[in-house]
């Protein structure tokens, strides 16, 4: 028995130990969204003065892009409080987004080779593949876990 009650302290001590790191990464992650935001309202006023549209978006796009990224490591540190777990889709829909961020800016910049466009599609869908695979293994898993809840409330009714 004293076994299982050391066990069982340091699980606990674990999960909370986690729970505050996370806590705080989460912390420094919105003050970073924060700072991210206005700081995007102060780049569009360099719009209105310059003469050239054009040379101002890129900053713009890189910053609104990378603030979606942040938006996605946050809404899974939100999701670990609820389920202590890291959910796999909101992990890949960051690395989604900061492919597509980084493939944009290629772009617009006009330095993206052949063989840069190939890889990064390949990695692009390597990461749908995934991010399906996730959803689907999720769906899953609920399905499964309701089919349980529903074979014991069965048993005991």
Same mark, same amino acid.
């Given at each position: 028995?004293?076994?299982?009650?050391?066990?069982?302290?340091?699980?606990? !001590?674990?999960?909370?130990? #986690?729970?505050?790191?996370?806590?705080?990464?989460?912390?420094?992650?919105?003050?970073?969204?924060?700072?991210?935001?206005? *700081?995007?309202?102060?780049?569009?006023?360099? /719009?209105?003065?310059?003469?050239? !549209?054009?040379?101002?978006?890129?900053?713009?796009?890189?910053?609104? %892009? #990378?603030?979606?990224? @942040?938006?996605?490591?946050?809404?899974? @540190?939100?999701?670990?409080?609820? @389920?202590? *777990?890291?959910? @796999?889709?909101?992990?890949?829909?960051?690395?989604?987004?900061?492919?597509?961020?980084? %493939?944009?800016?290629?772009?617009?910049?006009?330095?993206? &080779?052949?063989?840069?466009? !190939?890889?990064?599609?390949?990695?692009?869908?390597?990461?749908?593949? /995934?991010?399906?695979? &996730?959803?689907?293994?999720?769906?899953?898993?609920?399905?499964? /876990?309701?089919?349980?809840?529903?074979?014991?409330?069965?048993?005991?009714?």
């Amino acid at each position: 028995m004293p076994d299982k009650r050391i066990k069982q302290r340091f699980i606990d !001590v674990f999960n909370r130990s #986690t729970d505050v790191v996370f806590a705080v990464i989460l912390v420094f992650i919105l003050f970073g969204i924060a700072i991210g935001v206005l *700081r995007l309202f102060l780049e569009v006023s360099d /719009l209105l003065v310059l003469k050239r !549209v054009s040379g101002s978006y890129l900053p713009i796009i890189s910053d609104v %892009l #990378t603030l979606f990224i @942040l938006v996605e490591l946050s809404r899974s @540190l939100i999701d670990y409080f609820d @389920l202590h *777990r890291l959910r @796999l889709t909101f992990i890949i829909d960051a690395g989604i987004v900061f492919v597509l961020r980084e %493939l944009m800016i290629k772009m617009f910049e006009n330095k993206v &080779s052949v063989e840069e466009m !190939v890889a990064i599609s390949t990695v692009l869908f390597v990461l749908g593949a /995934l991010r399906l695979g &996730s959803v689907f293994a999720f769906q899953r898993e609920k399905q499964m /876990l309701e089919a349980l809840r529903n074979e014991r409330q069965n048993d005991t009714g």
